[in-house]
C-alpha cells in the first residue's frame, strides 16, 4: 500500500465544502486538471469516468458518502497493464477554529509500494493546489452571499 494525505483549515462551512464536493460541475473549478463525470446520483455505488487532462478517461466509482462529512471513490487501472486500485478520500472536520479538509490517496495492489510513487506521486503533488483551490473557493462563495 502507498499513501498520500494532505489537510487544510478554512473558515469555510462544511456545508459550503460539501456543495463542492457533492456537485461534481463545480470540480472544474477547483480541480481544473480532472474532467468529471458522474452517471447518476452523487451516492454510494454511482460509477463515472475521470480523465485527467493529456490522459485517457478511466471509470471510477463511489464507495462512501456521508453527508457533510466525507466521500471516497475507487478507481482500477487493470486496463494500464497493472493490478492497482487508487483510491480517495475526502473529509470534513469541524473544528472550533474553522473546518478542516483532508484529501487521501492511497494505492493498493501488487507492487503499490513500489508503483504508487511512480503513479501516485504526480496526482500527489497537485493535491495541496487542489484542496486549497477548494477551500478558497468555498470561502469566495460564503462571501459574496453575505
Known amino acids: 500500500m502507498w499513501k498520500f494525505e494532505h489537510s487544510v483549515t478554512t473558515e469555510a462551512k462544511a456545508e459550503t465544502i460539501w456543495g463542492l464536493y457533492s456537485n461534481i ?79 487521501t490517496m492511497t494505492i493498493t495492489g501488487p507492487n503499490a509500494e513500489t508503483l504508487g510513487p511512480q503513479i501516485g506521486g504526480e496526482i500527489s503533488q497537485r493535491i495541496p493546489h487542489t484542496a486549497q483551490s477548494l477551500v478558497q473557493l468555498a470561502r469566495k462563495i460564503e462571501l459574496e452571499a453575505v
Open 25 to 103: 460541475d463545480t470540480w472544474k473549478e477547483w480541480d481544473g486538471f480532472v474532467h468529471v463525470e458522474l452517471f447518476g446520483d452523487f451516492k454510494e455505488g454511482t460509477k463515472g469516468t475521470l480523465q485527467p487532462k493529456g490522459r485517457d478517461a478511466l471509470a471510477y466509482m463511489i464507495v462512501e458518502v456521508k453527508p457533510l462529512r466525507s466521500f471516497s471513490d475507487i478507481t482500477h487501472m487493470p486496463a494500464a497493464g497493472i493490478s492497482i486500485s487508487i483510491s480517495f478520500s475526502h473529509d470534513i472536520d469541524s473544528k472550533e477554529n474553522g473546518t478542516r479538509v483532508t484529501h
